[in-house]
């Protein structure tokens, strides 16, 4: 039986799911209902700088039906005030002590103006403090939020000062509005933090009204650029937190790592967690849908869990970052096709036309005699059901002019009708680091490179 | 009187409500936007499905009618009357394992929106100063007459009946399309600058020597002939099917319906006699057919739409006498079928057995065996194939510079609006290019 408890960085939780801090968690009446979801914890929405917030400060990313795909934001830190933010804390904090409640914190850059934060804070009971370097927005015209996140010597400055006021846990909160995300994570690692968050919000404008040519949303006929979240930034979440991974210092540390940014199922929280979080946070998908998603959060995951036999959120952390690498150490051997199952293919063409137009043009249509046929060279006079379905070719693979891009296989409709399928390269493996030291030549000459293919038989068409 | 034709109009109302801008937009968002994709095969006019489903989910409704204009000018029409599940939606991709793509209906959304804000096909080429007889209003005339007229020639449609659209008019019952949709289609091609002169008869009204002297190229689109007889006792009792659709579709108020109702005949045009007498308050209507359910000519959807509406079958049935008292008629008297060897249909001959007869009960007889070939062809004296006017690749019939489409020409296949208007569109092409041809020779000289 898999148990989905969590301690982190001294932080207990009965399941590795937080709420992020965000407007679900405004409030302690909202806190109240989502630990009665069942969430395990929750980050307080940022306090800290007075504020006054905007309408239409939601903006958010649709495909087709799809709503929300993403959500931006303009939204500030808390706009209530501090003293009912601070006594909600420790009415939560102490109604539900199993669950884990962390206070985020944002306030001026001068040391005194932490210190007194983070007293106020300890004072209410709660579990842990995260540092907000991260919101894109508005904060950091004034100097705040991402303003410190992209400084790795300011997150070290002010986190050092966090670090001497502070008796509980501390969070530093990255942004992923930088260049080189490791850097602001050796610089909380260097000054001492307890654990580190990823991602806030990415900056991002997230379109322009067709009809009254203004941003969307529109705020009094302005707008501008606002932090971007949900399902879209997954794989821009996944890259930065194992970036962190894998890079010495952070890993060597040993600096636990609280994972979010488009969680929006258990499948989302299983990634995160085998790329080294070890907390989870969500906020886009709970906007979106509510604090019942907590329920298939933990479920999907238990029962996941359960049958490959992992029996900690520990034991799942991390697992997959030895897969994390560089291209200059992938096998330039391993080959890969693409097959077809005639039946389960649909002949819809989707992966003709991708491949022919902007692949590697190694799919062919046969017709059901066998013969290869051009798309479209139906008789203009041939028509109906039977017709169309019986003459319909069938898309083929050519293995052997098959780069094996995989293209195909993204945009097929149907579930495992694609496959790409490993075959013997017959060369022996080799990287490009290895290539690059061993025979420089090749790697650095295109006569060179030409006679390099030719001799392991490597055909580019 | 006033809540009586009321209901009327509600029994006979179109039978698939208009889908919702959002209902569409979910439905576009499904299709996979498949490349060479088989609904365009199947679609008789081959309109690029994919292409105007995609405008739908897009939002540009406008673009979305302008594609399936430029395949068949009769997109509203079609989206309502099309089988689309032998045609477009049979071929859909997603139908093998989950549903195929509501085609059909989102032509008709888009239709609809063009409708609604006027977005109609206009006029492509200049003026070429050729005139173009087309004789009948009907889907092919009109779809030839449209096609035509946006290549810049100057067409007239003469059409015998008072108001032009033909079947889509007079023949496609209310449920499927309404009147006025089939009107205003006919308006729209005269927005193209076509001419429509109603109430003249061809053949007595206006002769085809008179048209070809007047016009560049004469183009018959007449259609089918009169249902043929059944030769039994008292048949003048019997009322014709296409003349009880037009009924219901011109007058529904004056259409007298039985109690108990015979449609002899299993096509589409019978299944839809049928409905109309069960919408309009037959207790029991019996659709009696000389052979089985394997071998009756309506589609299959329409089978099971006649099963749903409460419709009975009679098959192996042959019609051989009405029964009548007081000179109203009170049963059909029917022999029992057996099947024998195929006949030059290629399906199973009904052989009638001597001494079998038995009495259906009915108070109103409806026939709807079919039509009648074009009886035109012989009095031109144009060569005929199976008793169809014979046309070449071009639709050029015997004679020159007369053209003939629609289903005066459908020796094969079966007859539909969608056909009809693709030969109206491809005899449109052939024509032009013909006309075109002659001024360069002209020139050459």
Known sequence: MADLRINFAGIKSPNPFWLASAPPTNSGAQIHKAFEAGWGGAVWKTIGAPVLNVSNRYGAWHQGRQRMLAINNV????????????????????AWPDRAVIVSAMVESKPEVWREIIERIEDTGADGIELNYGCPHGMSERGMGSAIGQVPEYCERITRWVMEAATIP?????????????????????????????????????????????????????????????????????????????DEIVAKSGIPISGMGGIATWQDAAQFLLLGASSLQVCTAVMHYGYRIIEDLCDGLFNWMDEKGFKTIAEVSGHSLHRVSEFKNLDLSYRAVARIDAEKCIKCNLCYVACNDTAHQCIDLVSPNGSLVQPLSYDVRSNGRHEAIETRPQPQ??????????????????????????????RDAVTWNELSTQQTQVTEDWETMKAYREQVGIHIH | M??????????????????????????????LYCFDAPCTHACPTHIDIPRFIKKIASQNLRGSAETIYASNLLGATCARVCPVQELCEGACVLGADHKPIAIGRLQRFAMDYARDHHLY??????????????????????????????????????????????????????LREPVEVALEETRMIQSLGVQFKTGIEFGKDVSLAQLQEEFSAVVLSVGLGCTPGLGIESEETIIDGLAFIEASKTAPENLQVGRNVIVIGAGNTAVDCATIARRLGAQRVTIVYRRTDREMTCYEHEYDFARKEGIEFRFLAQPSRVLMEYGQPVGLECLRVELGSPDTSG??????????E???????????VGQKKPSLAEHLGLATTKGFISVDAGFETSLREVYAIGDCIRATGAASTVMAVQDGKLAAVSIHQKLAESVASLEGK
């Open chain 1, 75 to 94: 939204e500030l830190i808390s706009d209530r005030p501090i003293e009912i933010n601070l006594r909600e804390i420790a009415e939560v904090k102490r």
């Open chain 2, 347 to 356: 399906r199973p001959s009904p052989q009638p057995v001597p001494g079998s």
């Open chain 1, 170 to 246: 501390v969070i530093m909160k990255l942004t992923p509005n930088i260049t080189n995300i490791v850097l602001p994570a050796r610089a909380g690692v260097a000054a001492g933090a307890n654990a580190l968050s990823l991602i806030n919000t990415i900056n991002s404008i997230v379109g322009v009204d067709l009809d009254s040519l203004e941003l969307t949303p529109s705020i009094g006929g302005k707008g501008g650029h606002g932090g971007y979240a949900g399902p879209a930034v997954k794989p821009i979440a996944l890259n930065m937190l194992a970036a962190l991974g894998t």
């Open chain 2, 121 to 174: 096909p206009t006029v492509k080429g200049a003026p070429t100063g050729r005139t173009i007889a087309v004789v009948g209003a009907g889907p092919a005339g009109l779809s030839c007459a449209g096609e035509l007229a946006r290549l810049g020639h100057a067409v007239t449609i003469f059409e015998k009946r008072d108001l032009p659209g033909g079947l889509s008019t007079y023949g496609i019952i209310a």
């Open chain 2, 2 to 31: 006033e809540s009586a034709s009321r209901e009327i109009v509600k029994a006979l109302a179109e039978q698939l409500p208009p889908l919702t801008a959002h209902a569409a937009s979910v439905e576009a968002d499904r299709c």
């Open chain 1, 397 to 426: 693979v050519r293995e052997d002019d098959c780069v094996g891009c995989r293209l195909c296989y993204n945009v097929c409709p149907v579930d495992d009708c694609i496959s790409m399928v490993e075959l013997p390269s017959g």
């Open chain 2, 358 to 368: 038995f009495v259906l009960q009915a108070d109103q007889i409806v026939k709807a």
